[in-house]
């Protein structure tokens, strides 16, 4: 008898498979992430979680929880910060997550904000909704011809890669990077010894790497510093990597000439400071909202659960 919960509604594909495949699937018909006492209940009454994005599964979650009944947290998505696996292991809770299935996604949404920055798309759009377009000329709202220019990565794994490809394929810009150890890439590209010689030659800086107490502030007022004043900042990877005030000041002084982005630091809360500010893009991390993402995603948590409550290894186990 196998009992699992799934914490929000997933698309239909996805509930018809783990129905398929479990006894007893119970769908949190809320949105909002589960608070503490509701994670704790999830770890003591079922057999397998599929939690996501905001389930804060933190230490204190697992904290006199000897034995749960649960023995996998299957997360939906790459992204997962929010689950403390090391006291998840001492609990003898499996996390697994799902790899690659967001990859050309998320890459998309990047391109979209490195557009959306240089050409001053949101702005445009605001004006032609307001009513307040006068016509073309040859001066009106000139932004950042992004062709040709160079990109700097940061965190080259299979995201950082994916944006890097279309950059440079589809625009034919240079790519630097900054990544934790070498990678071998299939096109070209430098890697930069630090932070700040990235960003001293990036036209373009994009974040991409995982969230988590490891890259907590990574980015911040040195970064922002070292950048052109005519750079663009792109973050899609997780809100905390970025030090929010710091961008905001960036911002503010003209340090930097756009920002677009995906992820907050105290999400879904967007400060009033980054929501005022014309040369700012803001998405409502759309990263991997597509129908048929969403239905791969569900498809890896899925099996990650079906294969940990038959005994065997998941096979995107991150613990
Ligand atoms: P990945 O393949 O694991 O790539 C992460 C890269 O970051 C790796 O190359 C890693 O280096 C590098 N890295 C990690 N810590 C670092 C550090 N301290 N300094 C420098 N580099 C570091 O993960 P992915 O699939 O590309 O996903 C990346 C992140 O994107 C996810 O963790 C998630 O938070 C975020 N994301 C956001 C959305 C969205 O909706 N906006 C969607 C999907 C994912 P090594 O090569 O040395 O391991």
Not at 239 to 267: C, K, M, S, T, W
Request: hydrophobic residues 45%; glycine residues 10%.
């Amino acid at each position: 008898m196998s009992r699992v919960y799934l914490t929000r509604p997933l698309p239909d594909r996805v509930l018809a498979r783990a129905r398929d495949l479990f006894d007893e699937v119970e769908v949190r018909e809320e949105t909002a992430p589960l608070k503490i006492g509701q994670m704790r209940a999830a770890l003591a009454l079922y057999d397998g979680v599929l939690p996501t994005l905001g389930d804060m599964f933190s230490a204190e979650v697992f904290l006199d929880t000897e034995n749960p009944r649960c023995k996998v947290l299957a997360n939906f998505g790459v992204g997962y910060n929010h689950i403390d696996v090391r006291a998840a292991r001492a609990a003898g809770v499996m996390v697994t997550n799902t790899p690659g299935a967001v990859t050309d996604a998320t890459a998309d949404i990047a391109m979209t904000l490195i557009l959306m920055s240089a050409r001053r798309a949101g702005e445009g759009e605001r004006l032609v909704r307001a009513g307040k377009w006068e016509g073309w000329h040859p001066t009106q709202m000139l932004g950042m011809h992004v062709s040709g220019k160079t990109v700097g990565i940061i965190g080259m794994g299979r995201i950082g890669q994916a944006i890097a490809q279309r950059c440079h394929m589809g625009f034919g810009m240079d790519v630097v990077y900054y990544n934790r150890s070498e990678k071998e890439l299939a096109f070209p590209a430098t890697r930069a010894d630090s932070l700040q010689s990235l960003a001293e030659q990036a036209d373009i800086v994009v974040v991409a790497v995982p969230g988590g107490a490891e890259t907590h502030h990574m980015i911040g007022a040195d970064l922002f510093a070292a950048m052109k004043p005519t750079a663009h900042f792109v973050n899609i990877a997780r809100g905390d990597v970025v030090n929010e005030v710091a961008l905001i000041a960036a911002l503010q002084v003209g340090r930097i000439a756009g920002a677009g982005l995906d992820v907050y630091e105290h999400e879904p809360e967007v400060p009033n400071a980054l929501r005022s500010m014309e040369n700012v893009t803001l998405l409502p991390h759309l990263g991997t909202a597509a129908l048929e993402v969403r239905e791969a995603m569900g498809m890896m948590a899925v099996d990650n659960l079906y294969a940990a409550l038959h005994g065997e290894t998941p096979p995107n186990l991150v613990n």
